[in-house]
């Protein structure tokens, strides 16, 4: 650990990581640093003073980001299929509507699969 960074033991199997240089946050379960089988998170490297609007839309935990930070797809790595945000609610449905809104938040970022 380096100065200026802190890092705790998460339960599944992943070391979250704070660093007070940059006001950034990595390697967190809510923050897409996950795997369910196939199914792998983006692990995205949070900036918490950012001004850019871009840290928590829809599928920058679960989906593709481009090179430039921008949403490519709500699709997590490893899932089958080519789906948008609405198409979520088809498996999901108990967490997501078909608009794409996030209709329980506790299911939402709960470390399990919910359909």
């Known amino acids: 650990m380096e100065f200026g960074e802190f890092t705790y033991p998460d ?13 950034t946050c ?8 996950f795997k369910f089988g196939d199914i792998v998170g983006n692990n995205r490297t949070v900036t918490w003073n950012s001004t850019t609007n871009k ?11 481009d090179a430039d930070g921008n949403l490519v797809t709500p699709l ?10 609405n ?8 967490v997501v509507n078909s608009d794409g809104v996030i209709i329980d938040k506790i299911k939402h970022i709960n470390k399990e699969k919910n359909f």
């Not at 198409?87 to 108990?94: E, F, L, Q």
């Open 76 to 85: 997590p790595t490893g899932h089958f299929g080519n789906y948008v945000i």
């Open 26 to 33: 990595s390697n967190t379960y809510c923050h897409g640093g």
């Open 55 to 65: 840290e928590a839309e829809c599928g920058t935990c679960h989906g593709e980001i």
């Open 11 to 23: 339960s599944l199997g992943v070391n979250p990581n704070y660093n007070l240089m940059d006001n």
């Open 87 to 94: 198409d979520c609610a088809n498996c999901h449905s108990s």
